[in-house]
């Protein structure tokens, strides 16, 4: 197992800690009526995505080098096969 496949994994648990944070934060702050509902309701959400983000990065990363790897191997094999003349097929 890799190991950006654990940070993955520890995403979950550092999202429900921060939307924990999040919402005891959010809960103690002074805010008018109207505000606080639209403010608690994603205001936890927002920390958690950041608390997320560092243990999600090192995951897609590795999924982007992989695609772009294959997507360069797809095209040098692809200029390989093709013919030299330059005409277009057809």
């Given at each position: 197992?890799?190991?950006?496949?654990?940070?993955?994994?520890?995403?979950?648990?550092?999202?429900?800690?921060g939307?924990?944070?999040?919402?005891?934060?959010?809960?103690?702050?002074?805010?008018?009526?109207?505000?606080?509902?639209?403010?608690?309701?994603?205001?936890?959400?927002?920390?958690?995505g950041?608390?997320?983000l560092?243990?999600?990065?090192?995951?897609?990363?590795?999924k982007?080098?992989?695609?772009?790897?294959?997507?360069?191997?797809?095209?040098?094999?692809?200029?390989d096969?093709?013919?030299?003349?330059?005409?277009?097929?057809?």
């Amino acid at each position: 197992m890799r190991s950006s496949t654990i940070l993955l994994i520890l995403a979950m648990p550092a999202g429900v800690l921060g939307y924990l944070v999040g919402v005891r934060i959010t809960e103690a702050l002074p805010l008018p009526a109207g505000v606080k509902e639209v403010v608690v309701l994603f205001g936890p959400l927002f920390i958690a995505g950041l608390c997320m983000l560092p243990f999600l990065v090192p995951f897609f990363d590795r999924k982007a080098t992989e695609d772009l790897a294959a997507y360069r191997r797809s095209q040098e094999s692809s200029q390989d096969g093709g013919d030299d003349t330059g005409d277009p097929p057809g």
